[in-house]
């Protein structure tokens, strides 16, 4: 992606948007300048977009100097959930206001990853997903000169059992992870802004890779047609608007743009009841049996790749 942020289409001007006029097609990582007090820091993890089936999955770390603590409590970090966007984006463009003591990074996976991580063999499950953002985030700040010394995280599952495993992965630093974690630390809150305000701006300001579709109107018999970029809704299954989006967008052959998850159990039971079956057949593996199919009359005990080749036994192999 460039370093171009023209005005829209596209997600909005944030530092962790690189370009909001280019598709989301793979992922990425954003840090903001390292803060320069020395410390030790520490930091806190939380996440966006878990649940909804469409957009990224964000992962957001915020980070200050130790030292710092007492300034951070007085400040409205909290879960970002339980925050209007307009309070969301003041406390982003607050966590950025003091780059000597405080510094945030994301990690966006993108839809494609997603899905493509979940439908492989063996399959590589949305936990395991999120425990490998939340390392990879760790250990670039790490990498960045940063000394941690506590780290909060949002638990994934048993906390101690995920406590256990991060503080396996990075011995010397004092992992403490608690559900609500974005409630209970600032810290915890301020990563939990930074993912929420990036995840949203990415998904308020979608760019469509179907460029062919994007200027086309997608017509439902039993609902009022809509473009493909309108009214996309949070994302969640249970949002109306997203519901209809879903519905209205589906093309029977190929089915939903790279927006949609397509591993979640939402966008299958759509594909399995209204588009159309599809039998995938292996040719190769087709023409091979059929070349070793038995031959009739005197050579019905051989097939026709053995007489080709004038194989009459194992031994000849």
Same mark, same amino acid.
């Given at each position: ?129 999120? /425990? ?59 990563? !939990? ?16 890779? /179907? ?18 970029? /309108? ?15 879903? !519905? ?70």
């Amino acid at each position: 992606m460039s370093n171009s942020q023209d005005s829209e289409p596209g997600p909005s001007r944030i530092p962790s948007i690189p370009n909001p006029n280019e598709p989301l097609s793979a992922s990425y990582t954003f840090h903001t300048p390292t803060p320069t007090a020395p410390g030790p820091y520490i930091l806190g993890v939380d996440e966006a977009g878990r649940g909804p089936v469409l957009g990224p999955l964000v992962y957001g770390v915020a980070y200050c100097v130790a030292s710092f603590q007492e300034t951070l409590e007085q400040m409205a970090f909290a879960d970002s959930k339980q925050l209007t966007a307009k309070t969301r984006d003041s406390l982003l463009g607050m966590l950025s206001s003091d780059p000597e003591n405080m510094g945030w990074s994301v990690r966006v996976l993108c839809p494609q990853a997603i899905s493509s991580g979940m439908l492989r063999r063996p399959p590589l499950n949305l936990n395991r997903q999120s /425990e490998d953002a939340t390392v990879l985030l760790i250990r670039e700040v790490l990498q960045r000169g940063l000394q941690l010394s506590e780290v909060y995280v949002d638990t994934l599952g048993n906390p101690l059992t995920y406590q256990n495993y991060l503080s396996s992965m990075f011995p010397g630093i004092n992992f403490t992870v608690a559900k609500k974690a974005d409630d209970l630390y600032k810290i915890v809150g301020a990563a !939990s802004i930074a993912a929420k305000v990036t995840r949203d701006a990415w998904i308020d300001g979608w760019v469509f890779e /179907e460029d062919a579709l994007t200027s086309r109107t997608i017509h439902s018999d039993d609902i009022d047609s809509t473009t493909l970029g /309108e009214k996309l809704g949070s994302g969640y299954p249970g949002d109306p608007n997203t519901v209809k989006w879903l !519905s209205n967008t589906l093309e029977p052959t190929f089915g939903f743009p790279s927006l949609a998850r397509f591993s979640w159990a939402t966008i299958k039971t759509i594909l399995e009841k209204r588009a159309h079956h599809v039998k995938w057949i292996d040719e190769g593996q087709e023409s091979l049996v059929k070349a070793f199919d038995r031959g009739s009359g005197e050579d019905k005990d051989r097939c026709t790749v053995t007489k080709d080749l004038g194989i009459t036994s194992l031994c000849t192999l």
